[in-house]
């Protein structure tokens, strides 16, 4: 090795080797593990050979440039991010531990694979400004020890048994090899999408990048069953059988509501609407369904025949008003029960439930490591990480006029961030030619007006829903000063006349604006 010129060619030959190994590995199926995507880490092989035959400069070598070319040619910039990390912090382990014998061959393979791991997940936890993946460092602490006795031991094989003549001519075979496996490689990940109707009386869709169909579907058909568990517990329509959800928390029997053991994600749930109650100064009431039932009746009945559409008469409104006291929603989270205690109460949830059920979707997937997607469940935008090849998601902003031209009022450049829109155009019904939107006003008991849309951009999907419905209904004023007040929070108001305003930080999350 003493050839500057031979040692350059040897060292590109083990990493040409590694390039095969990381390949067959790609073809490979993943350790069974909690956490999808884990792999055995075959091409570290090579890595333990390289730091003991030549030296640690050339293994540090030899390991990035296998973890760049793999992350572009199998992955996108955040595989890139995660693989650098892991390395950096495996190799700073395994030469501080050969550096200092400390172990064997085994031992050092072993803490390296397990650093290895740490690694990428501190590196997700600061990407994805999440400490839940911290959970998943017991599992990934087993997965590396396994894998590292692995690689130790075809490590210590080769450095001990295999002379550099042989190895060289096993490398020079495997750059022969490593030719026609990536001669027409191109990037692994394809975009796909998937649709349903049937969550939360509303069109839900997903798009994603994964290295197949296959893979897409199993990380689709998790969202779906996410999302079935979520309607069937918030829906305040519908009855399931064996299941208290919000329908039977409304129910009256004998004159009054019973005390319902239910879900701990309802209890969840309506804690959480509780906070956004406080949060909102009483724009957001899950307490107020008694008098948006009202609204929903004389709404489904002027939509289904308009020539008889009429506004629900005000006496009726104020008479309902009198049953929406949020505290009189009573919540025993060590029984996990919820009472109501005024019998003529009823939750409506209708401002806060996409968003939510969005975010727990969301934040699944997330501690799962799974990125690359977004989910839109009724105009509640959360995107998962970047898209697959690496850039922010592009995610519009409907234009409240239906006349003009563009279909967009604006777009957005998101990764990770929530973006919801609540707009008096959406859902409404016309009498005498003006027309009755959804968004009731808590303190008028009738539809806010002043705005055509309002988009608010978050990191949770779930204040991204409640916050845009609370801002509908306050002022211009109000609203810019609670968004103001709130951290990572942004939000733009389109007023009836057709004029903008915006939040300070919006600007930054314009297509085109964003450094």
Same mark, same amino acid.
């Given at each position: 090795?003493?050839?500057?010129?031979?040692?350059?060619?040897?060292?590109?030959?083990?990493?040409?080797?590694?390039?095969? +190994?990381?390949?067959?590995? @790609? =073809?490979?199926?993943?350790?069974?593990?909690? &956490?999808? /995507? %884990?792999?055995?880490?075959?091409?570290?092989?090579?890595?333990?050979?390289?730091?003991?035959?030549?030296?640690?400069?050339?293994?540090?070598?030899?390991?990035?440039?296998?973890?760049?070319? &793999?992350?572009?040619?199998?992955?996108? $910039?955040?595989?890139?991010?995660?693989?650098?990390?892991?390395?950096?912090?495996?190799?700073?382990?395994?030469?501080? +531990?050969?550096?200092?014998?400390?172990?064997?061959?085994?031992?050092?393979?072993?803490?390296?694979?397990?650093? *290895?791991?740490? /690694?990428?997940?501190?590196?997700?936890?600061?990407?994805?400004?999440?400490?839940?993946?911290?959970?998943?460092?017991?599992?990934?602490?087993?997965?590396?020890?396994?894998?590292?006795?692995?690689?130790? +031991?075809?490590?210590?094989?080769?450095?001990?048994?295999?002379?550099?003549?042989?190895?060289?001519?096993?490398?020079?075979?495997? =750059?022969? =090899?490593?030719?026609?496996?990536?001669?027409?490689?191109?990037?692994?990940?394809?975009?796909?999408?998937? *649709?349903?109707?049937?969550?939360?009386?509303?069109?839900?869709?997903?798009?994603?990048?994964?290295?197949?169909?296959?893979?897409?579907?199993?990380?689709?058909? !998790?969202?779906?069953?996410?999302?079935?568990?979520? @309607?069937?517990?918030?829906?305040?329509?519908?009855?399931?059988?064996?299941?208290?959800?919000?329908?039977?928390?409304?129910?009256?029997?004998?004159?009054? *509501?019973?005390?319902?053991?239910?879900?701990?994600? %309802?209890?969840?749930? $309506?804690?959480?609407?509780?906070?956004?109650?406080?949060?909102?100064?009483?724009?957001?009431?899950?307490?107020?369904?008694?008098?948006?039932?009202?609204?929903?009746?004389?709404?489904?009945?002027?939509?289904?025949?308009?020539?008889?559409?009429?506004?629900?008469?005000?006496?009726?409104?104020?008479?309902?008003?009198?049953?929406?006291?949020?505290?009189?929603?009573?919540?025993?989270?060590?029984?996990?029960?919820?009472?109501?205690?005024?019998?003529?109460?009823?939750?409506?949830?209708?401002?806060?439930?996409?968003?939510?059920?969005?975010?727990?979707?969301?934040?699944?997937?997330?501690?799962?490591? %799974?990125?690359?997607?977004?989910?839109?469940?009724?105009?509640? &935008?959360?995107?998962?990480?970047?898209?697959?090849?690496?850039?922010?998601?592009?995610?519009?902003?409907?234009?409240? !006029?239906?006349?003009?031209?563009?279909?967009?009022?604006?777009?957005? !450049? $998101?990764?990770?961030?929530?973006?919801?829109?609540?707009?008096?155009?959406?859902?409404?019904?016309?009498?005498?030619?003006?027309?009755? *939107? @959804? %968004?009731?006003?808590?303190?008028?008991?009738?539809?806010?007006?002043?705005?055509?849309?309002?988009?608010?951009?978050?990191?949770?999907?779930?204040?991204?829903?409640?916050?845009?419905?609370?801002?509908?209904?306050?002022?211009?004023?109000?609203?810019?000063?609670?968004?103001?007040?709130?951290?990572?929070?942004?939000?733009?108001?389109?007023?009836?006349?057709?004029?903008?305003?915006?939040?300070?930080?919006?600007?930054?999350?314009?297509?085109?604006?964003?450094?």
């Amino acid at each position: 090795m003493k050839n500057s010129t031979k040692k350059i060619a040897f060292l590109g030959l083990c990493t040409a080797v590694a390039l095969v +190994l990381a390949y067959v590995e @790609h =073809l490979l199926p993943p350790l069974f593990s909690a &956490v999808p /995507g %884990i792999k055995i880490g075959l091409p570290n092989i090579v890595i333990i050979f390289v730091l003991y035959r030549c030296g640690w400069r050339e293994a540090v070598g030899v390991s990035l440039v296998r973890m760049i070319v &793999v992350s572009f040619l199998f992955g996108n $910039l955040m595989a890139l991010i995660y693989s650098i990390s892991g390395a950096c912090f495996s190799m700073l382990v395994m030469i501080l +531990l050969k550096r200092m014998n400390f172990l064997s061959i085994v031992g050092v393979s072993v803490a390296g694979a397990v650093f *290895h791991n740490v /690694g990428q997940i501190l590196a997700a936890m600061v990407l994805l400004g999440t400490a839940e993946l911290g959970y998943y460092l017991i599992v990934l602490a087993v997965t590396g020890t396994i894998s590292g006795i692995f690689v130790g +031991l075809c490590g210590a094989i080769m450095v001990k048994r295999i002379s550099k003549r042989v190895m060289g001519c096993l490398l020079l075979g495997a =750059l022969v =090899l490593q030719s026609t496996c990536f001669g027409g490689c191109k990037k692994a990940d394809s975009k796909y999408s998937a *649709h349903s109707f049937e969550y939360f009386d509303t069109v839900t869709s997903i798009l994603g990048y994964a290295n197949s169909r296959k893979e897409f579907d199993a990380v689709t058909e !998790e969202v779906w069953k996410e999302l079935e568990k979520y @309607h069937q517990l918030f829906t305040i329509y519908e009855r399931y059988e064996g299941l208290e959800n919000l329908c039977t928390i409304n129910e009256v029997v004998d004159g009054a *509501h019973r005390t319902v053991m239910v879900d701990e994600s %309802i209890i969840d749930m $309506l804690l959480y609407a509780k906070e956004m109650y406080a949060l909102t100064n009483g724009k957001v009431n899950i307490a107020l369904g008694s008098v948006l039932s009202i609204w929903h009746e004389y709404r489904e009945a002027g939509m289904n025949d308009p020539e008889a559409a009429q506004v629900p008469p005000m006496e009726q409104l104020i008479e309902a008003s009198k049953h929406t006291d949020i505290n009189q929603v009573v919540i025993d989270e060590e029984a996990c029960t919820v009472t109501l205690t005024d019998p003529a109460m009823k939750l409506d949830v209708g401002a806060i439930a996409k968003g939510y059920a969005t975010e727990m979707v969301a934040r699944s997937l997330e501690e799962k490591g %799974i990125s690359g997607y977004v989910i839109n469940v009724g105009g509640n &935008v959360r995107t998962i990480g970047l898209k697959g090849d690496g850039k922010k998601w592009v995610v519009g902003i409907e234009n409240p !006029e239906e006349k003009e031209e563009e279909a967009y009022f604006a777009y957005l !450049e $998101l990764a990770g961030e929530s973006l919801v829109t609540s707009g008096s155009y959406q859902r409404y019904y016309t009498v005498d030619g003006k027309r009755y *939107h @959804h %968004i009731i006003e808590p303190e008028t008991l009738l539809p806010a007006e002043g705005y055509s849309s309002v988009s608010v951009v978050c990191k949770n999907s779930g204040n991204g829903d409640a916050l845009s419905t609370a801002l509908f209904c306050m002022s211009l004023e109000e609203g810019i000063t609670l968004v103001e007040e709130l951290p990572d929070t942004e939000a733009m108001w389109v007023l009836n006349d057709g004029t903008c305003h915006m939040s300070s930080g919006f600007d930054k999350y314009k297509r085109g604006e964003q450094v």
